[in-house]
């Protein structure tokens, strides 16, 4: 924080600096609890946000602070998801509302399970989101790279027996199966993961039961 604080200063020598840590997950590290740096003749202070410590109806009156509404101080954090996907459902603008409907689905896996989130959230604003289409493409960018570093390696070393098209296929193959698991661990629809990949939806029914 003080590397930051300086950092900040050099570039902004007559702003005033404000800094805040938020933590988002409950821990029971002390770290969560420090507020000041000092060593020698250096005394350095910062704020400290808890999340679960924070009331939630204070995260749920504000658009920008709703995705974090599942991680602050809720007994019931499944009807807290719930209330936060209803006040997004009416927001008009569709831009804002699959900005933090993604933002809202990332947040509560930190907290939930992925089939509670997908039933509640709707999938289809979700889509609209830059945010969603780039964690899409990096699970299928991950996916094809695994894929084609397997076939190659397996490729090569299958080559002498079974001839190194078969050894490719096979790894191509595993891409995409490694392409789907990805695109599942992100949460999205089986229908989309099936365009993208080719594979059959009885195919992905298969990866999302392991």
């Not at 910062?46 to 009156?61: A, G, H, I, M, Y």
């Not at 609209?128 to 695994?146: D, H, K, P, W």
Request: charge should be positive; charged fraction near 25%; proline fraction near 3%.
């Amino acid at each position: 924080m003080l590397n930051y604080w300086s950092r900040l200063y050099r570039k902004y020598p007559n702003k005033t600096i404000r800094q805040i840590v938020i933590y988002l997950c409950e821990t029971k590290s002390s770290l969560v609890q420090q507020t000041q740096f000092q060593e020698q003749n250096t005394s350095h202070s910062f704020q400290v946000v808890r999340l679960w410590e924070q009331p939630t109806s204070s995260f749920q009156k504000t658009l920008g602070l709703l995705p974090l509404a599942i991680l602050t101080n809720t007994k019931n954090p499944t009807e807290t998801l719930r209330n936060v996907a209803q006040t997004i459902s009416s927001i008009e603008d569709r831009n804002l509302k699959s900005s933090l409907s993604i933002h809202t689905y990332i947040l509560a896996g930190l907290r939930l399970r992925g089939n509670i989130i997908k039933e509640i959230l709707r999938s289809d604003i979700m889509e609209e989101s830059s945010t969603y289409r780039l964690l899409r493409r990096q699970a299928i960018e991950e996916g094809l790279a695994e894929g084609r570093r397997q076939g190659l390696t397996e490729g090569i070393a299958q080559g002498i027996a079974e001839g190194m098209a078969q050894g490719i296929a096979e790894g191509i193959e595993r891409g995409k199966l490694q392409t789907a698991r990805n695109m599942l661990r992100k949460g999205m629809a089986p229908a989309l993961i099936a365009e993208v990949t080719g594979l059959s939806l009885p195919q992905i029914e298969d990866l999302s039961k392991d």
